[in-house]
Nanobody
Framework: VQLQASGGGLVQARGSLRLSCAASIRTFSIYTMYWFRQAPGKDREFVAAISRSGGSTYYADSVKGRFTISRDNIKNTVYLQMNSLKPEDTALYLC???????????????WGQGTQVTVSS
């Protein structure tokens, strides 16, 4: 199983980016999908999650109202639309997949390699 994240890059503050995470999972629709981020010298931080059907979404307070997670169960891909970006959003963004319902703090089934987002002031 592979999770391939893409879409990162360098953007100015208040700009936008859309991240994608393509999964080589035959039964993608049974996985809850997550985005996390990790800045240098900091712990990994939850960003957003989406339920198997896409009907429920969850966000960290720091990104609520600016980021939107979505998924396409035909294309086996989860997206993270990031608007109004701030320099503090700079981090390596990683996607994860897990068969269980949404939850934080446990070991997820699969992790992707991440895509770097850098926001300049």
């Amino acid at each position: 199983v592979q999770l391939q994240a893409s879409g990162g890059g360098l953007v100015q503050a208040r700009g936008s980016l859309r991240l994608s995470c393509a999964a080589s999972i035959r039964t993608f629709s049974i996985y809850t999908m997550y985005w996390f981020r990790q800045a240098p010298g900091k712990d990994r931080e939850f960003v957003a999650a989406i339920s198997r059907s896409g009907g429920s979404t969850y966000y960290a307070d720091s990104v609520k109202g600016r980021f939107t997670i979505s998924r396409d169960n035909i294309k086996n891909t989860v997206y993270l639309q990031m608007n109004s970006l701030k320099p503090e959003d700079t981090a390596l963004y990683l996607c994860a997949a897990d068969k269980r319902s949404y939850g934080l703090g446990y070991e997820y089934d699969y992790w992707g390699q991440g895509t770097q987002v850098t926001v300049s002031s």
